[in-house]
């Protein structure tokens, strides 16, 4: 069991540029779950797939983010026109037990 | 009103002593409760979860739950200096298909 895997682990981009995180789940687990933690902040939902289906969004997910997972294996997260507000720690976590999530690492995203 | 609330803290307990680390939720709805450790800098590490009323162990853990009072505790005793954190608590709705986070508690154990 090698757990989740994210990366990249630390992104730097300027505002403006469109950026994408890939995160794979531990090989069983069929959910997958995407976050977005800034400082001093829990992490907050931004959405949810159920295999390669996206069956939850978060209305946090402006249009600006688009994510994916289309053999229900991997999934990638990419944000476009990056703004300095999408700063952040971005947690993927994955589940087989539809409750019990356990995360990756996490991309830290630094937009200049 | 937060949906997961937990006081910031730092919480302070010195070596060796009881960490009580507490959580209120709002929503009457939940059916799953979560503690998940997180140091500086590293992702939420699950430590702890809960399903039913009354108290759960494990090891130096436990969780503590009361649906009635929308209450959620975790203790952790003989605190380390490694238990040094931030404590996250989480609940999951089965119809949002979501955890819903705290801000999360820092405790600090002082050798």
């Given at each position: 069991?090698?757990?989740?895997?994210?990366?990249?682990?630390?992104?730097?981009?300027?505002?403006?540029?469109?950026?994408?995180?890939?995160?794979?789940?531990?090989?069983?687990?069929?959910?997958?779950?995407?976050?977005?933690?800034?400082?001093?902040?829990?992490?907050?939902f931004l959405t949810y797939f159920q295999n390669e289906a996206q069956l939850e969004k978060s209305r946090l997910l402006s249009d600006r983010f688009s994510a994916e997972r289309p053999k229900g294996s991997f999934s990638t997260l990419?944000?476009?026109?990056?703004?300095?507000?999408?700063?952040?720690?971005?947690?993927?976590?994955?589940?087989?037990?539809?409750?019990?999530?356990?995360?990756?690492?996490?991309?830290?995203?630094?937009?200049? | 009103?937060?949906?997961?609330?937990?006081?910031?803290?730092?919480?302070?307990?010195?070596?060796?002593?009881?960490?009580?680390?507490?959580?209120?939720?709002?929503?009457?709805?939940?059916?799953?409760?979560?503690?998940?450790?997180?140091?500086?800098?590293?992702?939420?590490?699950?430590?702890?979860?809960?399903?039913?009323?009354?108290?759960?162990?494990?090891?130096?853990?436990?969780?503590?739950?009361?649906?009635?009072?929308?209450?959620?505790?975790?203790?952790?005793?003989?605190?380390?200096?490694?238990?040094?954190?931030?404590?996250?608590?989480?609940?999951?709705?089965?119809?949002?298909?979501?955890?819903?986070?705290?801000?999360?508690?820092?405790?600090?154990?002082?050798?």
């Amino acid at each position: 069991d090698t757990g989740v895997s994210q990366n990249p682990r630390h992104k730097i981009t300027k505002r403006g540029q469109n950026v994408t995180f890939r995160c794979d789940p531990i090989s069983e687990h069929n959910r997958l779950y995407w976050y977005r933690q800034t400082l001093g902040q829990g992490p907050e939902f931004l959405t949810y797939f159920q295999n390669e289906a996206q069956l939850e969004k978060s209305r946090l997910l402006s249009d600006r983010f688009s994510a994916e997972r289309p053999k229900g294996s991997f999934s990638t997260l990419e944000i476009q026109r990056t703004e300095q507000g999408d700063s952040a720690m971005y947690l993927c976590a994955s589940s087989y037990d539809k409750n019990i999530q356990y995360f990756g690492a996490g991309t830290r995203l630094s937009v200049l | 009103q937060k949906e997961v609330e937990q006081n910031s803290g730092p919480l302070s307990v010195p070596e060796g002593a009881i960490a009580s680390l507490n959580c209120t939720y709002s929503d009457r709805g939940s059916q799953s409760f979560f503690w998940y450790r997180q140091y500086s800098g590293k992702s939420p590490e699950l430590i702890m979860f809960i399903y039913s009323n009354g108290d759960k162990e494990d090891g130096r853990f436990t969780a503590q739950l009361n649906k009635a009072s929308q209450y959620v505790s975790l203790l952790i005793r003989d605190s380390q200096p490694s238990d040094s954190a931030t404590y996250l608590c989480a609940v999951y709705n089965n119809a949002g298909n979501m955890l819903t986070f705290g801000g999360g508690t820092r405790l600090m154990v002082k050798p």
